[in-house]
């Protein structure tokens, strides 16, 4: 088989993209909904075919290039955990999820792929949810596997699960194997981050990153409804403090030389991390720049899917349909 070509709907900020994209896919059309993202896209694509709509709203026939693709990869925004998950159509992201699954009808791809929340695997408030999907692909002839993977299995410097679901038709599915950890060692955050809270000349850098020993907790890119960024949840936080994080918000740059740390002393004088080491912790490339204000720069990141896990999937897929 010659190039591998995929369509990625609800795109974002391009982390699934990209891995893919080092795999050895080239996009033929990734499509989102939010201007910002779309935005990111082109600015760090610009050969990108990037259409700014709704998957709701997508009609592939307006857009031949998408049939008969090698892949269709969605990183969807994370569903539900609730008692109301099994009404499909009252939930935006669950109608998401339902609307990939029957573009797979019209662009009939030779593997789907999804990622989204672990307990999609096989958390029992799903399986209404699992029950569409797999009466659905069955139908197409595809066969299918669900599992989880851990984005520091995989060099991400963050601890960040993720269920996954891929799809393979039939003739392609026994040479696929899930991708195995590309590390044995988890990397830190301060191994991370330590090159960028120096990069103002901040004396005590190294000893900030000496004690940052472990992986972050996830990035949570928060609604876009809600107020500012901060770095998650109440553990979350706390997880933070530990490494003398104040996670409380972001800062506009990383320390100067005149910023004052004493360890061990109240969040209030501890660190900030910026969108662009938000960024780091997710595996982006530096020189991949994300567009908007602060806090739209920081839900990119923090909803995206870190490239090398996207570029791992994309090598088990390729194996697969090479096979």
């Known amino acids: 088989m010659g190039e591998l070509r995929f369509v990625d709907v609800c795109a974002g900020a391009g982390g699934l993209a ?19 993202a779309c935005e990111t896209l082109r600015r760090n694509r610009p050969t990108w075919n990037v259409l700014e709509t709704d998957l709701l709203d997508f009609d592939p026939a307006e857009h031949q290039e998408t049939y008969d693709v090698d892949l269709l990869s969605a990183g ?16 935006d992201e669950l109608r998401l999820l339902e609307a990939t699954v029957l573009l797979a009808h019209a662009v009939r791809p030779r593997a789907l792929l999804i990622e989204n929340v672990p307990g999609l695997v096989d958390s029992p408030q799903f399986e209404t949810v699992r029950e569409f999907i797999h009466k659905e692909l069955e139908h197409l002839g595809y066969r299918f596997r669900w599992f989880v993977l851990n984005a520091a299995d995989f060099g991400v410097p963050q601890v960040r699960k993720q269920g996954v679901l891929v ?16 590390v044995g060692t988890h990397v830190p955050v301060g191994r991370a981050l330590r090159d960028s809270m120096g990069a103002r000349g901040w004396p005590c850098a ?23 960024a901060d770095l998650g949840p109440t553990g979350s936080k706390k997880a933070w403090a530990r490494m003398e994080v104040n996670g409380g918000a972001l800062a506009d740059e990383v320390p100067g030389p005149g910023f004052d740390w004493t360890p061990g002393g109240p969040v209030s004088g501890m660190v900030k991390l910026t969108d662009g080491q938000a960024a780091l912790l997710q595996a982006f490339p530096p020189e991949w720049r994300f567009v908007g204000r602060k806090t739209a720069r920081y839900r990119q990141v923090g909803h995206a899917s870190p490239p090398p896990v996207g570029e791992a999937l994309g090598q088990a897929i390729k194996i697969a349909l090479n096979a």
């Open 76 to 91: 969807l925004p994370r569903v539900k955990s609730s008692a109301t998950v099994a009404r499909v159509g009252t939930e």
């Open 167 to 182: 799809a393979l038709q039939d003739r392609y599915f026994d040479a696929f194997r899930p991708p195995l950890p590309t």
């Open 206 to 228: 190294d000893a900030w990153a000496a004690q940052a020993l472990s992986v972050a907790p996830t990035l949570v890119g928060g609604s876009d409804n809600r107020g500012g």
């Open 18 to 36: 990209l891995g893919l994209e080092r795999a050895g896919f080239r996009p033929v059309l990734l499509l989102d909904r939010k201007p910002v």
